[in-house]
Every structure is written in C-alpha cells, then in structure tokens.
Nanobody, 126 residues
Framework: QVHLVESGGGLVQAGDSLKLSCAAS????????MAWFRQGPGREREFVGR????????WYADSVKGRFSISRDNVKNMVYLQMNSLKPEDTAVYYC???????????????????WGQGTQVIVSS
C-alpha cells in the first residue's frame, strides 16, 4: 500500500507559476513510476505527465508540454510538478498517482495506476 498526499495548490493568476508536491509513504517509493493527472470542472480526469521510476525519463500531455515539469526525489519519497505560465484552463484538482509497473496499458490511462492521492485544487484566474 502506498499513501500519497498532494500539497501546494492554490489560487493564482494567469501567467504565474506554482509547484505541487506529492509525498509518498512507501519506503520502496523508487519502485514506482509516478504521474500527475488533473480533473477540471465537469471534465474527466486527464493525464498531465509521468516520470519513470529509475531513469527519470518524463512524458507530458501536449497541453502542458514546455510549461510543466515533473521531478522526483527518491531519497525524500517526493514527486513534484512545476507549473509555469499557468492558464485558466489549467484550473483543476491535481492528483498524483503511482504505478508499480506490473499492470499493462498506456501511461496516460488512469487504469494503469495503483494508488492515488486525494488531490490538491489549483485555480487560475484570468
């Protein structure tokens, strides 16, 4: 079992930056691929980005590529989402998720992920 807790959300203006954090309880955190998803008002949960458990390779949704960056610290059991040049359409609840690498499926599918945090709200005003 992995317990994930997101933090860092808030209300910002368009063009601002914000950094989200996700703390993981598991001492074997480094065994998990980590991802960020988001769910905007009236929308389905969508993929934001993913970071590989060992190589640190990252993947991003086209909507955030070049603006958002994912990083992780396997010593501190933390994963981060740096969000720059925020837009009103980035308004959503942001979730971090953990993939143990056992399941199959595309990395941008919610079903691939085994554990989820409770989410942190980000509101971007215009």
């Amino acid at each position: 079992q992995v317990h994930l807790v997101e933090s860092g959300g808030g209300l910002v203006q368009a063009g601002d930056s914000l950094k989200l954090s996700c703390a993981a309880s598991k001492r074997t955190f480094s065994n998990y691929h980590m991802a960020w998803f988001r769910q905007g008002p009236g929308r389905e949960r969508e993929f934001v980005g993913r970071i590989d458990r060992s190589s640190g390779r990252t993947w991003y949704a086209d909507s955030v590529k070049g603006r958002f960056s994912i990083s992780r610290d396997n010593v501190k059991n933390m994963v981060y989402l740096q969000m720059n040049s925020l837009k009103p359409e980035d308004t959503a609840v942001y979730y971090c998720a953990a993939d143990d690498g056992v399941g199959s499926g595309h990395y941008d599918h919610t079903g691939l992920y085994d554990y989820w945090g409770q989410g942190t709200q980000v509101i971007v005003s215009s």
